[in-house]
């Protein structure tokens, strides 16, 4: 049973564009919804979070846009990089952090 | 400080073998999660210790998968009589409030 849904699978934006990948989960119990960063070879790395009584939050170049009524939240890359070519992987969790993660999404920024 | 340090980074074995892999969380933190990933899926939940108890081994596949954590700090995860299913990549994390820190993992490959 798939909680978290990612799209896309992959994803190739022109530098300085923008990468949008969307997350939907379906448990209501979840009430923390950070995203992580993985580059070849390491381990998931912790980017960016919310928490479900905001509906935005901005650190840098990256965005989180969190619809509750939907079930849906987003991370927004702004004028993305190559060094920001990496998987991106939405996760949920609720009560004690058991965080359950989406498939993920490879994204690669072409100069 | 130190972030979270895994042994062996890489371990090949061979069907039917025991291995054990290691976990040295940071410093102070009383959580410490195991997960596993397999090639181009998001990680998977498998264990959550809070001190010295597993709080959680609802992700434990089957009782071939065993963890300890004696001490409250490292952490050994032990698989019996492998199987080439169980090749995958096994990231350890422990947490504080900000979130899970994952440390780089380690790959198992069952031949």
């Known amino acids: 049973q798939q909680q978290v849904k990612q799209s896309p699978q992959s994803l190739i934006v022109q530098k300085g564009g923008i990468s949008i990948i969307n997350c939907a989960y379906e448990?209501?119990?979840?009430?923390?919804f950070p995203w992580y960063q993985q580059f070849p070879g390491k381990g998931p790395a912790l980017l960016i979070a919310?928490?479900?009584?905001?509906s935005e939050k901005k650190e840098g170049r990256f965005t989180i846009s969190f619809n509750k009524s939907a079930k849906q939240f987003s991370l927004h890359i702004m004028d993305s990089q190559p060094g920001d070519s990496a998987t991106y992987f939405c996760a949920a969790s609720g009560g004690y952090q058991k965080v359950t993660f989406g498939t993920g999404t490879k994204l690669q920024v072409i100069p | 400080g130190a972030g979270v340090s895994q042994t062996p980074s890489n371990k090949v074995t061979e069907k039917g073998k025991y291995v054990e892999l290691r976990c040295d969380p940071i410093s102070g933190h009383t959580a410490l999660y195991w997960y596993r990933q397999s090639l181009g899926q998001g990680p998977e939940f498998l264990i959550y210790f809070q001190g010295t108890g597993a709080a959680d081994d609802s992700g434990l596949p089957n009782d071939r998968f065993f963890a300890v954590r004696p001490e409250g700090s490292v952490s050994t995860l032990k698989i019996q009589r492998t199987e080439r299913g169980d090749s995958a990549v096994y990231l350890c994390?422990?947490?504080?409030?900000?979130?899970?820190?994952f440390g780089p993992g380690t790959r198992l490959t069952v031949l």
């Open positions: 919310i928490r479900p009584d905001v």
């Open positions: 448990n209501t119990a979840f009430d923390y």
């Open positions: 994390a422990s947490s504080s409030a900000q979130g899970l820190f």
